[in-house]
């Protein structure tokens, strides 16, 4: 009975997701049916000190990412940066590649730091634009998005550093450069089908005579450019640049200035507790809130006059996009953390253990529970957690070394995590203004690939025995 409480939990938000509704009123609602029909007793409880603390948890972290990534996207896009970029990616790869285009920007960032929310507030605006010039139907931007973002860059390609891939070092005592060949061969494999797949939807959609707006309600759109001319591509693509570098030497710096705590005392009235900051949990969202900054103000040196025509409005703007999606991807992670402590969520694990190839297990187990939870880290984190020592010690008894192990919980956790209440997911369709039913399909289409790919490096590993 427990796990049929988990099951239509997990079934229940994923159906009003895909409907339309609002995630921030259906997850605490899926969440707290499920401890009702579990324990009557710890709805209040849980309600307050589990999806509220982890709710909170997340917005005290992350909104300030959030709502930087949101003003930094608009001030591309009312600059005319992202028009200039559009222009230039069409001289250089062919407006018959602006999918690709969209995929290499996005695979770009990703793999130079930047938060995968922040790609998608950053990449949206001129990906509107590709495909409007192109003519290519807006309900493809997710997908593509998607591609960039959400997969080879973000746990397969060795030495990244998104959290997916840092989070198993701690466990198997590795480097986030475990495994390069079977990382490399993942990561190619993802594109190549991704890009397949995509230019297949794109020319079905061409033979249909389907363009921009077809199908698709057009909210969310960049605001139109009000300067004189655009800027030089260099210039325009300056920020983003800056953005991936910056990211890239703060995340070193922030350590060595701050150590690994930090504490001050606030001048205030009375006799105040020290506060004290965990540098090392907290040193990469400063990096990337940093990063941001360094973008926004580059922005603002090479291209004031047109963003100061359109700021107040066009901030209002992002800020409101910004709120949405931060709360969207917090009631996610909210509605994760309850049902990880369900006793039908320990059903579900325990029953994993039993699939007898390490590999195939530790695959299996981490998709899953990325699945239920919606989000590739906080399955990650809780499958190592709860089974860490089980799968290491499988994979010594089998000979596999810890770099096998490490890349293949990696993959996994981005495979089925983008189920449609997936918080990244709820984010992308909010900012491209579009819904689970126009474009959804692309997004799992793109869920099925990325979740084979692990499969296909374990079988890669087994014929060749390549690390």
């Known amino acids: 009975m427990s796990l049929l409480i988990v099951l239509a939990a997990l079934a229940f938000l994923m159906i009003v997701a895909y409907r339309g509704y609002s995630v921030i009123l259906f997850a605490p609602v899926a969440a707290m049916g499920a401890v009702l029909l579990t324990d009557p007793s710890l709805v209040a409880p849980m309600f307050t000190g589990l999806f509220m603390e982890r709710m909170v948890g997340f917005l005290k972290l992350y909104f300030p990412v959030f709502l930087l ?62 495909f409007r010039q192109n003519d290519i139907p807006k309900r493809l931007i997710p997908g593509t998005i998607a591609l960039g973002a959400f997969t080879f860059t973000m746990d397969a390609l060795p030495g990244t550093p998104q959290i997916q891939n840092i989070i198993p070092t701690a466990f198997f005592g590795t480097t986030a450069w475990a495994a390069p060949v079977l990382g490399t061969i993942g990561g190619v494999f993802i594109l190549v089908l991704g890009m397949a797949y995509l230019e297949w939807r794109r020319r079905v959609a061409a033979r249909n005579g389907d363009g921009y707006a077809s199908g698709v309600e057009l909210r969310n759109e960049p605001d139109p ?196 209440h997936n918080g990244a997911v709820i984010t992308l369709l909010a900012v491209t203004g579009l819904t689970h039913r126009t474009s959804y399909k692309d997004i799992f289409a793109i869920t099925i690939i990325k979740t084979l790919a692990v499969f296909f490096i374990i079988a890669v590993f087994y014929a060749t025995g390549w690390v």
């Open 69 to 130: 990534g949101a003003v930094f996207g608009k001030l591309i896009e009312i600059s005319g940066f992202s028009k200039s970029i559009v222009a230039a990616t069409i001289k250089l790869v062919g407006a018959k590649r602006a999918m690709l285009a969209i995929v290499l920007v996005c695979a770009v960032l990703t793999y130079g730091g930047v938060s995968l929310f922040v790609v998608v507030f950053a990449v949206y605006p001129f990906a509107a634009e590709l």
């Open 225 to 420: 450019f009000r300067g004189d001319r655009l800027a030089h591509p260099l210039v325009a693509v300056l920020p983003l640049l800056l953005v991936g570098i910056s990211n890239f030497l703060f995340t070193r710096w922030i350590p060595m200035l701050y150590g690994t705590t930090h504490e001050f005392v606030p001048s205030t009235i009375g006799n105040p507790a020290p506060v004290v900051q965990e540098v090392a949990r907290l040193a990469a969202i400063w990096a990337v809130q940093g990063a941001l900054l360094v973008g926004i103000l580059t922005v603002l040196a090479f291209a004031w006059k047109p963003v100061v025509a359109s700021f107040a409005e066009g901030t209002k703007n992002a800020v409101n996009g910004a709120m949405l999606a931060s709360m969207n991807t917090a009631s996610e992670y909210g509605f994760g953390a309850v049902i990880a402590a369900l006793p039908g969520f320990l059903l579900v694990a325990d029953a994993l253990g039993a699939i007898p190839n390490p590999l195939v297990n530790q695959a299996v187990s981490i998709t899953v529970l990325a699945g239920i939870t919606g989000s590739a880290s906080g399955g990650l984190s809780i499958a190592l957690a709860a089974m860490g020592d089980t799968f290491i010690a499988n994979a010594q008894a089998y000979g596999i070394p810890m770099d096998v192990l490490h890349r293949v919980a990696s993959m996994a956790s981005g495979g089925m995590d983008t189920l449609p």
